[in-house]
């Protein structure tokens, strides 16, 4: 059974690759498919759901990623839930914040903070400058962010990483990415069970690691070639490949897109906006009829021959070889007048007059958009926001509700953007660490003694990565609330400063004491030297 699926998939692939719709066509996708009698996938909904008579769904990975880059440029609102997703999780960037842990390094707590902050302030140099990308087009803050992109879309990301000689690196390691679809093997996810996995373009061990990716590459003369590039180097230990994908079910090889669920509801509700909206531009492009209350419509193109409109309108113009043409044949049967778009829509610049004894004038109503538009439209893509664990108000960017509402609105979200984040971080941001902190140690810019110890080197790793920190709907109260969290000791100072703006605690104090110097008067002390004083007032009132 499973040989025969297997040559019907490998067969379907091959007939359906060299099929790659332009992207802006509306096309929408398919789960069943007549070469099978199972559900084959890509994103559309079966007549009566997903799964009547189909004991097995088969996702088509290309298909299914060809056909939401298309909703990308056909779907207003699925192109908002991608940037939304990325704007919020990645922001402008995130930064690395080394923790190295003291008592598997045996160094102070002092000493490798102090190692911290200088080893954070080498990456933000490389991070921050464009040549930390191969072709030197993105800074690694703004390739996270297309990394985010990727992620969301795609959901099968490919990272180049590169060792380059040029002079004017500030470190050998620079990045680019590799399209999926440049990796040719193909790859279906099966509901029923793994077992019928073609070559997806990945060499793997026995143990299912990957081991090396076969890419195709352009030559300058547009043909192809194929080149294999292992995900590390057998004698450098280098990392060549980062290939990160979120699987939805065991022993899956790639990646499909997240938004697959959705794509039919994102093409029908485009194609449900398109129509209300081409109704209005109909209904506007009528405004009135004549009404005649006397006698029955005359129907005045009964007896009248097919034939160009020329002969039947305000001027009829009969043909070359037309017989029996008289004053009477040459009267319009069809009147109609342009009225200039401009004049239309200032009122009292239309007069309609002359009209015949019983007819009158009946203006058109106007019934689109319907009253119900905005409410349908808007629940029926906050279903789909939904369905995505983020919310719809965020993506719109549109808060109605009271501020405990809008607020839990955005911790929510917060909490999935952080989900995000963190799949990011250890399928890109970690490695890419790791990579470029190897570079530092081995040309001496910075010492990390123990390094090929595996469990050392581990602990020499260890970082969090920070971004921008969540909008605040009433920074007040949520400062207030951060320094009854200091002095309890749930928070740090530093914590405080990160989560706020994102500065440093530690450089705002170096800060602030040069600054408060400067001042005759200090306009506020903190909190535990206002105390002080004030029982040092009491004391000298009982002396």
Request: with cysteine; glycine share 8%.
């Amino acid at each position: 059974m499973f040989d025969n699926l297997q040559s019907k998939i490998k067969n379907i692939f091959k007939r359906e690759i060299n099929i790659i719709q332009p992207a802006g066509k509306g096309i929408s996708a398919r789960y069943n498919n007549s070469d099978f009698g199972y559900g084959y996938g890509s994103g559309s909904k079966w007549a009566g759901g997903t799964n009547p008579g189909a004991p097995i769904n088969i996702h088509n990975h290309f298909q299914i990623r060809q056909k939401v880059r298309n909703q990308m440029y056909d779907s207003i609102e699925g192109r908002a839930l991608l940037k939304s997703i990325a704007d919020t999780s990645v922001d402008t960037g995130m930064r690395v914040k080394p923790t190295p842990i003291s008592e598997i390094i045996g160094r102070t707590p002092e000493e490798l903070e102090q190692w911290a902050e200088d080893t954070a302030i080498k990456f933000h140099l490389w991070a921050n400058d464009k040549k930390s990308h191969r072709s030197r087009i993105n800074n690694f803050y703004q390739n996270q962010h297309l990394y985010m992109w990727f992620k969301k879309r795609d959901n099968d990301m490919f990272t180049r990483l590169f060792y380059g000689r040029d002079k004017d690196l500030i470190n050998p390691l620079q990045i680019d990415f590799t399209d999926p679809n440049q990796i040719r093997g193909f790859d279906y996810t099966s509901t029923y069970m793994q077992d019928i996995r073609n070559d997806d373009g990945i060499t793997r061990d026995p143990a299912g690691r990957e081991i090396s990716y076969k890419v195709w590459i352009s030559n300058a003369d547009g043909s192809y070639k194929d080149v294999t590039v292992p995900a590390v180097g057998e004698k450098s230990g280098r990392a060549f490949m980062l290939h990160g994908y979120n699987p939805e079910y065991a022993g899956q090889g790639r990646g499909f897109s997240d938004m697959a669920h959705a794509i039919q509801e994102l093409s029908d509700l485009t194609d449900f906006k398109h129509s209300v909206i081409q109704k209005a531009i109909n209904q506007a492009s009528f405004i009135g009829v004549i009404e005649n209350k006397e006698q029955d419509a005359s129907q005045p193109l009964e007896g009248k021959s097919s034939g160009p409109i020329k002969e039947y309108g305000n001027y009829p113009q009969p043909s070359a070889d037309a017989s029996n043409v008289t004053e009477e044949s040459l009267e319009p049967v069809i009147n109609w007048g342009l009225q200039n778009e401009a004049t239309i829509r200032q009122p009292g610049s239309n007069m309609v007059g002359n009209l015949k004894r019983g007819d009158t004038w009946k203006n058109l109503q106007d019934t689109s958009p319907g009253a119900q538009y905005d409410k349908f439209v808007d629940s029926f893509f906050a279903s789909i926001v939904a369905s995505t664990g983020w919310s719809s108000e965020l993506v719109l960017k549109r808060f109605n509700q009271n501020y405990s509402a809008s607020r839990a609105t955005l911790i929510l979200c917060w909490r999935t953007a952080n989900i995000e984040r963190q799949d990011m971080i250890a399928d890109f941001n970690d490695p890419v660490y790791e990579m470029w902190l190897s570079e530092e140690i081995a040309a001496g810019r910075i010492q990390c003694p123990g390094w090929s110890d595996k469990r050392i080197r581990a602990a020499w790793l260890c970082c969090e990565w920070s971004s921008v920190p969540m909008p605040d709907i009433d920074p007040k109260k949520s400062i207030e609330a951060k320094k009854v969290a200091v002095e309890l000791s749930a928070e740090t100072l530093d914590d405080v400063a990160q989560g706020y703006n994102g500065s440093s605690g530690k450089a705002n104090r170096m800060k602030n004491a040069r600054q408060f110097e400067e001042l005759p008067v200090p306009p506020w002390q903190p909190a535990g030297a206002m105390a002080t004083t004030s029982d040092n007032d009491e004391e000298k009132q009982e002396e």
